[in-house]
C-alpha cells in the first residue's frame, strides 16, 4: 500500500481530470501495484519451488495479506470514504467520532453539545445513508 501512495504522490503532476475522476485514477495505480506484487509473488513461489526441490526450503507460513486481499481492503477503504463523504453536517461528524475514534454516545453528546437523543438519531440517519450508498457502489 505505501509503494502505490508513493507513486499516487509523485505521479500526482500527471493526473488529468478530463481523463478520470481521482478515486478511478488511484484505484488504477493500486490495483496495478498489486498486480505487480502478484506477479512478483508468482516469480518467489516459483523460485521457492525449485528451493525447495534443492531442500532449502523453510516451512514457515506468511500471515500477511496477500497483495490481493490488500487491493480489495483498498477498494473498500475507498468506498468507504466516498460515502461518507457524501453525508453531510452533524451525521458525519457522529460517524466519525463514532467509528473513527470510538466515542460512546454520551461522550459524542458531550463532545458535540448536544443532546443523546439527537447524537443517536444523527448517528442512525448516517449509518443508514451509508448503507444506501454502499449497495449503490459496485
Request: aromatic share 6%; glycine share 6%; with cysteine.
Amino acid at each position: 500500500m505505501q509503494d502505490a501512495f508513493i507513486n499516487i504522490w509523485n505521479k500526482a503532476a500527471g493526473y488529468d481530470s478530463a481523463t478520470s475522476q481521482p478515486m478511478t485514477w488511484m484505484t488504477a495505480i493500486v490495483r496495478n501495484r498489486a498486480l505487480d506484487e502478484l506477479r512478483r509473488e508468482t516469480r518467489n513461489v516459483a523460485q521457492s519451488l525449485d528451493d525447495e526441490k534443492m531442500g532449502s526450503a523453510s516451512d514457515i507460513e506468511d500471515s500477511r495479506p496477500n497483495p490481493l486481499e490488500l487491493l480489495e481492503q483498498a477498494a473498500d477503504s475507498l468506498r468507504i470514504r466516498g460515502c461518507l463523504d457524501a453525508i453531510e453536517g452533524p451525521q458525519r461528524q457522529c460517524l466519525a467520532l463514532a467509528y473513527y475514534h470510538g466515542l460512546s454516545h454520551s461522550e459524542l453528546a458531550r463532545q458535540i453539545g448536544s443532546p443523546i437523543g439527537t447524537v443517536k438519531v444523527w448517528l442512525r440517519r448516517g449509518l443508514q445513508k451509508m448503507k444506501r450508498c454502499l449497495e449503490r457502489r459496485p
